[in-house]
């Protein structure tokens, strides 16, 4: 059984920074493809970047790109979501995610088989 565990969430102001973590346990997930969800409240839950096995083929929201940086270390069994330049708009509840397969096909939630459950981001204007 996998399980997914997020810390790192937490209050920020605008223009700040996080760096939000997924330890995964239960088994290695080294061959898993994985990546980051975030709900926010009344809106659907979306892909905000995502990760391939390999570590080198990486997915970026267009809200998110060019301030927030996927990384994984298959050697711990973690991944890391590096926030920076934080927005009121990135506020929302951050999932860690991962597959079955070791790729994306079309970074929806449908694809997911494993999740987190959940940290809270809070960016302050």
């Known amino acids: 059984q996998v399980q997914l565990v997020e810390s790192g969430g937490g209050l920020v102001q605008a223009g700040g920074s996080l760096r939000l973590s997924c330890a995964a346990s239960?088994?290695?997930?080294?061959?898993?493809?994985m990546g980051w969800f975030r709900q926010a409240p009344g809106k659907e839950r979306e892909i905000v970047a995502s990760?391939?096995?390999?570590?080198?083929?990486?997915y970026y929201s267009d809200s998110v790109k060019g301030r927030f940086t996927i990384s994984r270390d298959n050697a711990k069994n973690t991944m890391h979501l590096q926030m920076n330049s934080l927005k009121p708009e990135d506020t929302a509840v951050y999932y860690c995610?991962?597959?079955?397969?070791?790729?994306?096909?079309?970074?929806?939630?449908?694809?997911?088989?494993?999740w987190g459950k959940g940290t809270l981001v809070t960016v302050s204007s």
């Open positions: 990760i391939a096995w390999t570590g080198t083929i990486i």
């Open positions: 239960g088994r290695t997930l080294s061959r898993n493809a």
């Open positions: 995610a991962a597959r079955k397969s070791g790729y994306w096909t079309n970074h929806r939630a449908s694809e997911v088989d494993y």
